[in-house]
C-alpha cells in the first residue's frame, strides 16, 4: 500500500503571503495526486488533479506541481477564505486504491 | 448543478447493520462511478469503496473489506453502502463521492455514523 506523507502537519502563515505544502509517495505514482480543502464542518472541496491541473472554479492563486513522489501545492497569496486543512490523495490503477495523506492545518499567523 | 446528498446515518450498537443513501442529481448518474469516502471524528480523509459506473465493479478498503457492500440503482440515481459488523472505529462522517477515475470531484456534505453500545 502506497503510504502518503504530508508536511507540515500545520503551517501558520500571515495573510499576503505564500504558502507551500508538501506531500511525498512512499513509491511514484506518477501524476496521479489530487489536492483538496476542508473547511470545519464542511465536505473536502478538489483544488488540483493530476498535480497540477486547477478544478474548475478554483482561483490561479492555488498551483500544484511535482511528480512521481515528491507534490506540492502553492498558494501564491493567501486570503482569508484559504485558512483551512489540505489533503493530498493518491490514485493506483490496479485494483483501484485511493489513499489519503494525513493532512495539513494551514492557520494564521 | 451536480448534488450528492447522503442520508441513513445513526447511532447503532456494535455487531448491527446500517444502508446509507446517496442521492444523485444534476448529472447522468449511469455514467460514472461513485465512491464513499469517510473521516472519523477529529480525522484525516479514509477511502471506503469504489463501484463503477455500471455496478459491475466494486472495490474496498482492506478495513472495510468482506463487511461493508457498495451497490447502486441507477434507474434511482442513488449509491447505496451496506455496512454490517459494525465497530466502535468504524464512528466517522461518510461522504459520498462522484469518480473521475483518480480523483473524486463533487462530495456531498456526509452523514454521521456512530457507532456505539
Known amino acids: 500500500e502506497i503510504v502518503m506523507t504530508q508536511s507540515p502537519a500545520t503551517l501558520s502563515v500571515s495573510p499576503g503571503e505564500r504558502a507551500t505544502l508538501s506531500c511525498r509517495a512512499s513509491q511514484s505514482v506518477g501524476s496521479y495526486l489530487a489536492w483538496y480543502q476542508q473547511k470545519p464542518g464542511q465536505a473536502p472541496r478538489l483544488l488540483i488533479y493530476?498535480?497540477?491541473t486547477r478544478a474548475a472554479g478554483i482561483p490561479a492563486r492555488f498551483s500544484g506541481s511535482g511528480s512521481g513522489t515528491e507534490f506540492t501545492l502553492t498558494i501564491s497569496s493567501l486570503q482569508s477564505e484559504d485558512f483551512a486543512v489540505y489533503y493530498c490523495q493518491q490514485y493506483t490503477n490496479w485494483p483501484p486504491m485511493y489513499t489519503f495523506g494525513q493532512g495539513t492545518k494551514l492557520e494564521i499567523k | 448543478q451536480v448534488q450528492v446528498v447522503e442520508s441513513g446515518g445513526g447511532v447503532v450498537q456494535p455487531g448491527r447493520s446500517l444502508r446509507l443513501s446517496c442521492a444523485a442529481s444534476g448529472f447522468t448518474f449511469s455514467s460514472y462511478g461513485m465512491h464513499w469516502v469517510r473521516q472519523a471524528p477529529g480525522k484525516g480523509l479514509e477511502w471506503v469503496a469504489h463501484?463503477?459506473?455500471?455496478?459491475?465493479?466494486?472495490f474496498y478498503a482492506d478495513s472495510v473489506k468482506g463487511r461493508f457492500t457498495i451497490s447502486r440503482d441507477n434507474s434511482q440515481n442513488t449509491l447505496y453502502l451496506q455496512m454490517s459488523g459494525l465497530r466502535v472505529d468504524d464512528t466517522a462522517v461518510y461522504y459520498c463521492?462522484?469518480?473521475?477515475?483518480?480523483?473524486?470531484?463533487?462530495w456531498g456534505q456526509g452523514t454521521l455514523v456512530t457507532v456505539s453500545s
Open positions: 493530476g498535480a497540477s
Open positions: 463521492a462522484r469518480d473521475q477515475l483518480s480523483y473524486f470531484d463533487f
Open positions: 463501484i463503477w459506473y455500471d455496478g459491475s465493479g466494486q
